[in-house]
């Protein structure tokens, strides 16, 4: 399986998900999707609180696996893979910006861009070079030793966009990242996103339900009820 953190071409087949709600009744988080993204493809992903959107996200990240269908990359199904490559594999593949931020409360604003490249063993010095220069490009220059309760919640979303970015991966997945942030910084956290994805010709997947945001995708799903109802090229 190629983990290099080249985008990937990625397809669903037939892909469901349902979650168990107590011992009986089920919510059908997702319904038989086809699916195809194209390596590079930007792609915005809008609908209605509930509808599978989240759930797709964390689909196409590898941290969760269809009750029906196959999730491919690059025409392998990803099911078939051991624990350990799938871990690998998103490691050094995909990143994830999330609604939540998750840094960890412990660790410094670098040390939390370090964390993904520790577990690649990225060297030390090389890691604090490369967590500094990704903070100075969020803005947060300065504030590389601060903690996260230190900082604000639009800083803290800087500093998880710089850790989603560190091992440069093919498949950034985006769900709902300016959602607290002014518009300013809201441009500027896209503008790095962005950036990352062209110089990797990365895959950028997006979840939004700001429309200014979504126009600067090439392509656009409107999910609801856990299918998607519209597919729609062009910006
Ligand atoms: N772990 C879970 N257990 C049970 N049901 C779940 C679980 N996670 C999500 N669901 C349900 O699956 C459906 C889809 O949820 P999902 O989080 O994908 O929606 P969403 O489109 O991301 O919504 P939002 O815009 O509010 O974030 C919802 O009905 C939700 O309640
Ligand atoms: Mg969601």
């Known amino acids: 399986m190629n983990a290099d953190g080249a985008a990937p071409h990625i397809e669903l087949a ?3 998900r349902t979650y168990l709600q107590g011992s009986v009744e089920e919510v059908r988080a997702l319904q038989a999707l086809d699916l195809e993204f194209a390596p590079g493809a930007f792609v915005s992903v809008e609908g209605p609180s509930g509808c599978g959107k989240t759930t797709l996200l964390n689909l196409l990240g590898l941290l969760d696996a269809p009750t ?3 999730v491919r990359w690059n025409g392998r199904s990803v099911g078939a893979l051991s624990d350990r490559e799938r871990a690998r594999l998103r490691l050094r593949g995909v990143g994830f910006i999330f609604q939540r931020f998750y840094l960890l409360p412990t660790l410094t604003a670098r040390e939390n861009v370090e964390l993904p490249m520790r577990a690649l063993g990225v060297p030390r010095a090389e890691r604090a070079r490369r967590a500094s220069e990704l903070l100075s490009e969020v803005g947060l220059s300065g504030r590389e030793r ?14 998880a966009v710089a850790r989603a970015v560190a091992n440069q991966p093919g498949l950034l997945l985006a ?4 959602g607290e942030l002014d518009s300013a910084h809201a441009q500027g956290i896209l503008d790095l996103v962005e950036r990352v994805r062209r110089a990797r010709s990365a895959t950028l997947i997006l979840v939004t339900h700001n429309p200014e945001v979504a126009a600067r ?3 656009h799903l409107t999910m ?3 299918k998607v109802v519209r597919d ?3 910006a």
């Open 175 to 178: 769900d709902e990242p300016t």
């Open 68 to 70: 029906e269908g196959e």
């Open 14 to 16: 037939g892909v469901s």
């Open 232 to 234: 729609t090229r062009g």
């Open 224 to 226: 609801r009820d856990g």
């Open 146 to 159: 601060a903690f996260p309760h230190q900082l604000s919640g639009g800083e803290e979303q800087r500093v």
């Open 217 to 219: 995708a090439d392509r």
